[in-house]
């Protein structure tokens, strides 16, 4: 899953107005190059997390996080 906060609420990248709330989005939600593009805005926390969303437990050790820092 997908797990991703703007900084800014409303921010659009990838063709989606994203939320200051954390959101959370199916694994296949976005092309490679999408979330490419957003792992690397900094306006956007992207984080990838085991499970689908919905799913209980969800929020566990993230895979790899980008907060947009360079």
């Given at each position: 899953m997908i797990r991703i906060t703007?900084?800014?609420a409303g921010f659009r990248?990838?063709?989606?107005a994203h939320?200051?709330?954390?959101?959370?989005?199916?694994?296949?939600a976005f092309s490679e190059a999408q979330l490419a593009q957003l792992m690397s805005e900094p306006m956007l926390v992207v984080e990838?997390?085991?499970g689908a969303?919905?799913?209980p437990g969800?929020?566990?050790?993230a895979k790899a996080k980008a907060t947009g820092k360079k």
């Amino acid at each position: 899953m997908i797990r991703i906060t703007s900084k800014h609420a409303g921010f659009r990248r990838a063709g989606v107005a994203h939320p200051a709330e954390p959101t959370d989005h199916a694994d296949d939600a976005f092309s490679e190059a999408q979330l490419a593009q957003l792992m690397s805005e900094p306006m956007l926390v992207v984080e990838q997390i085991d499970g689908a969303p919905g799913d209980p437990g969800q929020g566990g050790p993230a895979k790899a996080k980008a907060t947009g820092k360079k």
